[in-house]
């Protein structure tokens, strides 16, 4: 955001500069471009003075020595010339027959003045002819050419257009100083409220976003700090009711599996189908506690993954995913599921060895309990575009198109399945974790019935 408010700025800021620099430019520009031709003219006023008093006494000598003195100092050819285009003083090698000279010659002796048109450049250096009629009023007894120099007066030009944009570039050095130092000012208090706000949506405590910039921004700065007070208490609240719950429960639980193992040498036989019934239902007690305390985990995890924005975690997925696709082997046999790992190239993943050990333990454990006997298990891990891939699927009964919309849902679990043992958290433990590390869950059917499961995670690293 910085970025963009500094560009704004600053094209703004260029474009004022620029409005200033070059219409200057232009008026610097036409000022010595006057000041030439007001020289010129004046040293032409001169010269047709001093030819028409030597028209009128017939003595050349002043005339021509001013002349002369003139073409010596600056180096411009001066021509003059009577009522009947004689030369009376040629200079500088310019003479009177020149083409360009004798039409100026020719405007002149019909009483018009001729000066240059245009305007001067720094890179200007072609000369100006400027002609005067020698005569006063409707008198013209003569005529005076001058061919005047541009280079001093572009030089002197391209030294004042220096200056000005000299002057250009420290005002719009300044405008760069004031605009980076004025977005920081605004920018930099939204960028730790944007951390805030990450740590806050995370469920993460939120630190206080510090006050500072406009006061619209510390009035804001000061609203989420209250908000951010109020939910991160309240999350962290039902976060500690979760997990304390949980835990507190696990004491007694294994107090009363205790006593009622006790109990099972005392009953009579008639009393066994009760006894199996409290034993399962034990069972199903421990294991939701035991999901409830990993959904919790898995929450917070993905929590911090989301806002710490961690991306140097590897594992290689293919000895991960071999490795728990061994350890749940007994369980298939028993089962009565194959169980298969699928090698392939090696791939690496971006997330901890951990972490994918228990993404697979999840869904083997389920595709493992739901496929049901004589299915076929298959597990492997590959690369799809942008994506690290562990992929499990089985060939049971699968799920039902309306069922693969709530596949992930907390506690939900398919009516075809309901006799099997189980939470309904494992799913929503896997998504949580995935989505920790920038990824995705999907459940898609597979032909011609039973179920794929795939965990994607974008190999640029885990970006939420």
Wanted: glycine share 10%.
């Amino acid at each position: 955001m910085r970025t963009r408010v500094l560009t704004v700025v600053l094209a703004f800021a260029v474009l004022a500069v620029a409005g200033f620099a070059i219409p200057l430019l232009g008026v610097t520009a036409s000022q010595r471009t006057q000041q030439l031709i007001a020289a010129r003219t004046a040293d032409l006023d001169r010269f047709a003075g001093l030819a028409d008093h030597a028209a009128e006494s017939g003595d050349t000598a002043a005339l021509t020595a001013e002349v002369t003195r003139y073409t010596e100092l600056y180096g411009e050819p001066v021509v003059v010339v009577d009522a009947g285009r004689a030369p009376v003083v040629q200079t500088g090698g310019m003479r009177a027959a020149d083409p360009a000279v004798a039409r100026l010659v020719d405007a002149a002796l019909r009483n018009q003045r001729v000066s240059p048109g245009g305007t001067l450049r720094p890179w200007s250096r072609g000369d100006k002819l400027l002609a005067r009629p020698v005569g006063t009023g409707t008198r013209v007894s003569g005529a005076v050419v001058l061919r005047a120099s541009v280079r001093a007066a572009a030089d002197d030009l391209a030294l004042r257009w220096t200056l000005v944009l000299a002057g250009a570039g420290l005002v719009a050095a300044a405008c760069v100083l004031l605009a980076r130092r004025a977005t920081r000012w605004v920018v930099r208090p939204l960028h730790r409220l944007d951390r805030a706000v990450g740590a806050l949506a995370a469920g993460l405590p939120a630190e206080h976003a510090r006050a500072g910039g406009p006061p619209e921004l510390r009035q804001l700065a000061t609203g989420f700090n209250r908000m951010a007070d109020t939910v991160t208490t309240a999350l962290e609240q039902q976060r500690r009711l979760v997990a304390d719950t949980s835990h507190q429960l696990r004491n007694p639980l294994a107090a009363l599996r205790l006593r009622i193992d006790s109990l099972q040498s005392r009953l009579p036989d008639s009393a066994t189908r009760t006894y199996t019934g409290v034993t399962a239902e034990l069972e199903r007690m421990e294991h939701l506690l035991d999901d409830l305390l990993a959904l919790a985990n898995a929450e917070h995890r993905a929590g911090e993954l989301s806002v710490t924005d961690v991306r140097g975690a590897r594992c290689d997925a293919s000895a991960v995913a071999a490795a728990q696709a061994q350890l749940w082997q007994p369980v298939a046999e028993q089962a009565g599921v194959r169980l298969e790992f699928v090698p392939g190239p090696a791939v690496r993943m971006p997330c901890t060895d951990g972490e994918l050990a228990q993404l697979a333990d999840i869904l083997l454990d389920n595709a493992i309990k739901y496929a049901g006997a004589g299915a076929h298990v298959e597990t492997r891990c590959y690369t799809d575009g942008p994506d690290a891939v562990f992929e499990v699927r089985d060939d049971g009964p699968g799920l039902a198109p309306a069922e693969l919309t709530r596949a992930g849902t907390r506690f939900w679990r398919s009516d075809r399945h309901s006799a099997v043992r189980g939470s309904g958290l494992g799913l929503a433990i896997a998504e949580r974790l995935t989505a920790g590390r920038g990824g995705h869950v999907t459940f898609t059917p597979t032909e011609p019935h039973g179920l794929r499961v795939r965990v994607a995670l974008p190999t640029g690293g885990a970006t939420p």
